[in-house]
């Protein structure tokens, strides 16, 4: 069955960096586009980045652009995102998760990991 | 830039029909999707393409979309129904998600 796992979370203070990891596996992780979606404590989804199947189309939200990157690993079945400069209002629950068509829906999410950002 | 609006609750009672409504500037011209998220769980899509539904979700959720509002029905709501519930769209090259609407079943 589809699985993904996020890793990489922690506390990290105002203005350093941190790198996500999401291991995917049960699935061809080559045939899909990917994204990276966040949620504050308490608030609502809010997507942060999207990787097409071959890693030459990315996409990212304002918030975090210039800041974040994203990045793929088909060999390895891994997603990334590296955030830079993280701020205080990125400190959230992030997951990553596959989209179902091109710039479709996401079928399948991770469990998420939390990502402090507090001095 | 394009903004997706829901209402922030709702409340039914058992076996009633849930409407929860997302609405945005034309989008019944892109396709909508909607998620279901129980506290401390992850999303689960519930509905995609406005109106088809993943293998293993109940046949009383079904969906709609035209004009300015797409709308995620619940029929018959049952208990386990009660989660927040987030539209989704396609606009520009970015990913869209409504605020969320809390489905409360009394």
């Known amino acids: 069955q589809v699985q993904l796992v996020e890793s990489g979370g922690g506390l990290v203070k105002p203005g350093g960096s941190l790198r996500l990891s999401c291991e995917a596996s049960g699935f061809t992780f080559s045939d899909h586009f990917m994204t990276w979606i966040r949620q504050a404590p308490g608030k609502g989804l809010e997507w942060v980045s999207y990787?097409?199947?071959?890693?030459?189309?990315?996409y990212y939200a304002d918030s975090v652009k210039g800041r974040f990157t994203i990045s793929r690993d088909n060999a390895k079945k891994s997603l990334h995102l590296q955030m830079n400069s993280l701020r205080a209002d990125d400190t959230a629950v992030y997951y990553c998760?596959?989209?179902?068509?091109?710039?479709?829906?996401?079928?399948?999410w991770g469990q998420g990991t939390l990502v402090t950002v507090s001095s | 830039s394009f903004e997706l609006t829901q209402p922030p609750s709702l409340a039914v009672s058992p076996g009633q029909t849930a409407n929860i409504t997302c609405s945005g500037d034309r989008l019944g011209d892109k396709y909508a999707c909607w998620y279901q998220q129980k506290p401390g769980q992850s999303p689960v899509v519930v509905m995609y393409q406005d109106d088809k539904r993943p293998a293993g979700i109940s046949e009383r959720f079904s969906g709609s979309n035209s004009g300015n509002t797409a709308t995620l029905i619940i029929s018959g709501t049952r208990p386990m129904d009660e989660a927040d519930y987030y539209c989704?769209?396609?606009?520009?090259?970015?990913?869209?998600f409504g605020g969320g609407t809390k489905l409360t079943v009394l």
């Open positions: 998760a596959r989209d179902g068509a091109i710039e479709g829906w996401f079928d399948s």
């Open positions: 989704q769209a396609w606009d520009s090259s970015t990913v869209v």
């Open positions: 990787i097409s199947n071959n890693g030459i189309t990315i």
